[in-house]
């Protein structure tokens, strides 16, 4: 089947630059997604791209794909100690169904 | 505002006893889901459904059981079959029109603690 890797985890310095990688091995993906999570909640939204991009950037986030790889990853300017959480990369299988194939999780640790 | 919810926050129950785990959306979404969260292992999909009436088992359905009687809202029940139910649940929605993408939406979770 699908499947969606991530390697878990980061450890970056408060001001730096963090990039947070993601591997996934379907063909026929359209979107794939970022997102995040705080101790304790639910996912939130961060960014997608579609699969004909080959760059996205939305602020402090910018997302790279590079579809010969099947290698996606997000970096993130500037991090902050807010920015500590759990980051799930996420794969539309496409077909008939909505469905989300999700990596692992890479947890981000920012260290003041 | 539009959102998802999911009651309650943290339930405790004790093992042999069925729960009833709630998720609403007032986002007007055809599509929803449930996922099971564990440590280490990612979100792992419990069922889902993309119209009411009609719901199908993700990769781990053994032990659960869900209907979608409204648009709106899409309980999951854990059953005493479910081996390891305590978790972290989470639910979420989609529209099911590809112009608008597939993102889901989550909820806050519920964590199910089963002693």
């Known amino acids: 089947g699908e499947d969606v890797e991530q390697s878990l985890f980061l450890s970056v310095r408060e001001g730096d630059s963090s990039v947070i990688n993601c591997t996934y091995t379907d063909s026929s993906s359209t979107y794939l997604y970022w997102y995040k999570q705080e101790p304790g909640a639910g996912l939130q939204l961060l960014t997608y791209?579609?699969?004909?991009?080959d760059m996205k950037q939305d602020q402090r986030l910018t997302v790279l794909l590079n579809k010969k790889d099947k290698h996606l990853s997000l970096r993130i300017a500037d991090t902050q100690t807010g920015d500590s959480a759990i980051y799930f990369c996420?794969?539309?299988?496409?077909?008939?169904?909505?469905?989300?194939?999700f990596g692992t999780g890479t947890l981000l640790a920012v260290q003041p | 505002d539009g959102g998802i919810t999911q009651s309650p926050k943290y339930l405790f129950r004790k093992e042999g006893q069925n729960v009833t785990l709630s998720c609403e959306q007032n986002?007007?979404?055809?599509?929803m889901y449930w996922y099971r969260q564990d440590p280490g292992q990612g979100l792992r999909l419990i069922y889902y459904s993309q119209i009411v009436n009609d719901f199908q088992k993700g990769d781990i359905a053994e032990g659960y059981s869900v209907s979608r009687e409204k648009k709106e809202s899409f309980p999951l029940t854990v059953t005493s079959a479910q081996k390891n139910p305590t978790a972290f649940y989470l639910c979420a929605s989609s529209s099911t029109y590809s112009g608008l993408g597939y993102e889901q939406y989550f909820g806050p979770g519920t964590r199910l603690t089963v002693t």
């Open positions: 791209i579609f699969s004909n991009m």
């Open positions: 996420a794969d539309s299988i496409g077909g008939a169904t909505n469905k989300l194939i």
């Open positions: 986002l007007n979404h055809d599509a």
